[in-house]
């Protein structure tokens, strides 16, 4: 499955819901809002971030994405949540 994460690392109830559909073998693509709450996951997927046009982040350490490989991530693998 894939997650779309624009969660911020206060919305717990949130957080514990897509924490209850995760599997190991997921992947995440996290927006730049959801980059804060990426470094408090402990994740064994892919993680992906996705490219913002207008607004430049620190390295994460993830791979940067733009929309439309996001597109062709959710054509392949299916299955997709978003959090926001």
């Known amino acids: ?45 892919k993680a992906y971030l996705l490219a913002h046009p207008h607004i430049v982040v620190s390295d994460s350490g993830f791979e940067q994405i733009d929309h439309t490989a996001l597109l062709e991530l959710v054509a392949r693998h299916g299955p997709a949540t978003s959090w926001y």
Do not use: E, N, W
Not at 4 to 14: E, N, Q, V, Y
Not at 22 to 36: K, N, R, W
């Open 1 to 45: 499955m894939l997650h779309l994460i624009g969660l911020k690392p206060d919305d717990r109830a949130s957080i514990d819901s897509f924490l209850t559909l995760y599997q190991p073998d997921d992947i995440c693509v996290f927006t730049d809002a959801g980059l804060m709450l990426a470094s408090t996951l402990k994740l064994t997927g």
